[in-house]
């Protein structure tokens, strides 16, 4: 019989691509998901799962979680969720323990942090926390410690490569000195995998990265060389903890919140202290280089299958696409267009591949200053992009939206903005015979939300004609 497993965090960027991992190497997975519309796994592995619906911060949904599990890989944290996520990790780690206290699971596995140093970030402190709050529960524990993950979506990469492919000139605070020991995502889904269930592993924890100890400057660097680019980089020493912050904010994809968190953890050198788990699990890391490589062959040929750009991370917001799902009507504004079209397939097409590269069809140059002006008010702006480029599934980013919902043979697309707004706005493309229905519908908040909604009104005319006329050519 087929040992079951709780995956918690499957909808997240490791959770996604350990799925299938279990999967082939014979399990029965519990995938554990806050939001179950969000959970869209390819239906070659539907057979081999069960999808429960729990919150760790609700003790009562963990209920959900089946009595017969053999086994747990705890894949979730809350950095930039909340400026309190060091007290809702703990609370998180703690109602898990107790939960699986009315389980038979005899093991646990925790994807944490390189926790070395004596002075710890936030981000640290608090992975290590969690830690050693899953250690007290009655099984066997064991931490995998990772520091910098490189792979195709991954914060990591994407935040590099934001940097090096847009900055030929780099002028950087001192803590690109630090050193780190980045891994290839590849060898994280083996040392998660071939440790459950190993006693040579059981109640310990274990450094894991890749072959190569680098600092950031180093890491830029191979990178544009890996590219193709020439790129100047100059540290100096007066750039304090917020102002890099903003740098990275502007520069990059993150949020506000996470570049905070991420440089105040770039600041602590993340080096094994040993390779202990190598040797027990007969694996040897691939370099940084050859990880950089293998996400570049990932992008090319379309196979990203995950990106922490579709975690709600990357806005920094905590929503149930259930609660969002239903446009409202009262109080609201809204701007409906409808227009024939002669070929249903190609307008779908068009729908389907909206945002990032292919980007909105007319007055992009809007579309990207909207973007910009998102940024300069603590919002994600238009950097996300998609992470495929033509498909897109519910909870998916798309630049500065979230998928509510994506149904292609119904034609039917909805999506909510996570721009900063005085109100929340949702935009719907919906085929109806041979016309193409589309909604802006806005829901102000206050006067001020009014006022908004006047003032982007000319822009409307404008913007969302001349789309609609676009996708139904």
Not at 37 to 55: A, T
Not at 176 to 196: A, F, M, N, R
Not at 264 to 289: F, H, T
Not at 354 to 363: C, S
Request: net charge positive.
């Amino acid at each position: 019989m087929s040992k079951r497993i709780l995956l918690t965090g499957a909808t997240g960027y490791i959770g996604k691509r350990l799925l299938p991992v279990l999967i082939e190497k014979g399990y029965k997975v519990i995938c554990g998901v806050r939001d179950v519309k969000r959970f869209n796994p390819p239906e070659s592995l539907k057979r081999d799962i069960e999808v429960i619906q729990i919150d760790l911060l609700d003790r009562a949904s963990l209920n959900n979680i089946p009595k017969d599990i053999d086994g747990a890989y705890y894949l979730v944290h809350s950095m930039a969720c909340s400026g309190d996520y060091r007290r809702l990790e703990q609370e998180s780690a703690v109602n898990f323990r107790e939960a699986l206290a009315q389980t038979r699971v005899q093991h646990v596995l925790y994807l944490s942090g390189i926790v070395n140093e004596d002075n710890l970030s936030t981000h640290l402190a608090s992975r290590k926390n969690v830690e050693v709050e899953l250690a007290k529960g009655d099984y066997h524990f064991t931490a995998l410690r990772a520091g910098i993950i490189i792979g195709s979506g991954s914060a990591s990469f994407e935040i590099i490569r934001d940097l090096v492919e847009k900055l030929p000139v780099m002028i950087t605070p001192k803590w690109l000195q630090t050193k780190c020991q980045p891994v290839g995502v590849s060898d994280v889904l083996q040392y998660l995998l071939l440790s459950l269930f190993n006693p040579q592993t059981f109640d310990q924890n274990f450094d894991i990265g890749g072959a190569d100890v680098l600092s950031y400057k180093e890491m830029l660097l191979e990178f544009a060389r890996v590219r193709h680019l020439n790129r100047k980089i100059f540290v100096v020493p007066i750039m304090t903890p917020r102002l890099s912050s903003y740098w990275l904010y502007f520069v990059t994809s993150v949020s506000f919140n996470l570049a905070q968190s991420l440089v105040d953890s770039m600041r602590v050198e993340v080096v094994c202290a040993d390779n202990r788990l190598d040797s027990i699990l007969g694996i040897q890391p691939i370099s940084y280089k050859e990880a950089l490589q293998k996400a570049f062959k990932k992008i090319e040929n379309n196979e990203i299958v995950s990106s922490w750009k579709d975690a709600y991370i990357s806005s920094g917001l905590t929503i149930d696409i259930s609660d969002f799902i239903q446009v409202p009507s009262f109080g609201c504004f809204k701007d409906k267009r409808e227009r024939l079209f002669t070929n249903r397939q190609n307008c779908i097409h068009k729908i389907w591949r909206i945002g990032g590269e292919t980007g909105w069809y007319y007055g992009n140059w809007l579309w990207q200053l909207r973007g910009f002006l998102d940024k300069l008010v603590g919002g994600v702006g238009l950097r996300r992009g998609r992470t495929n480029t033509n498909s897109i599934n519910v909870g998916d980013a798309v630049d500065f939206w979230r998928v509510l919902y994506a149904d292609e043979k119904e034609g039917r697309l909805l999506l909510y903005a996570e721009m900063k707004l005085p109100g929340e706005a949702w935009l719907e493309f919906k085929i109806v015979g041979d016309k193409l229905k589309q909604t802006a519908t806005f829901r102000p908040l206050g006067l001020l939300g009014r006022l908004y909604w006047y003032t982007v009104l000319p822009f409307h005319e404008f913007i969302f004609d001349g789309m609609l006329r676009k996708i139904t050519r």
